[in-house]
């Protein structure tokens, strides 16, 4: 079972940015990122497939502000959060493996999250 480890989170003030990074434990065909916001549903953020295209899927709640990517030597992903607003406060999950199409992921394996609280 494929370990899952997030770092990256942090406070910083809105329209700021920050980048969150995941490291998995094995090689996988996807990894990604959800969140889950103070009273509210985990939601999908973004994903993208381990192969040489590395097709990505993004949340239009954070399309032209947030990118994702990777370094498959070190089975890392990355996700880069640029204009920060207060509402993308939450905890930030990584996930592993799974399905990736058509926009949508479900992943096999989680991480345990890491914090992103966005100032005003």
């Known amino acids: 079972q494929a370990q899952v480890m997030e770092s990256g989170g942090g406070l910083v003030q809105a329209g700021g940015s920050l980048r969150l990074s995941c490291t998995a434990s094995?090689?996988?065909?996807?990894m990604g990122w959800f969140r889950r916001a103070p009273g509210k549903e985990r939601e999908f953020v973004a994903a993208i497939d381990w192969n040489d295209g590395g097709e990505t899927s993004i949340a239009d709640s954070v399309k032209g502000r947030f990118t994702i990517s990777k370094d498959n030597a070190k089975n890392t992903v990355y996700l880069q959060m640029n204009s920060l607003k207060t509402e993308d406060t939450a905890v930030y999950y990584c996930?592993?493996?799974?399905?990736?199409?058509?926009?949508?992921?479900?992943?096999?394996?989680w991480g345990r999250g890491t914090q992103v609280t966005v100032s005003s």
């Open positions: 094995e090689g996988t065909w996807a």
């Open positions: 996930a592993a493996g799974g399905t990736h199409f058509g926009g949508s992921y479900s992943p096999d394996f």
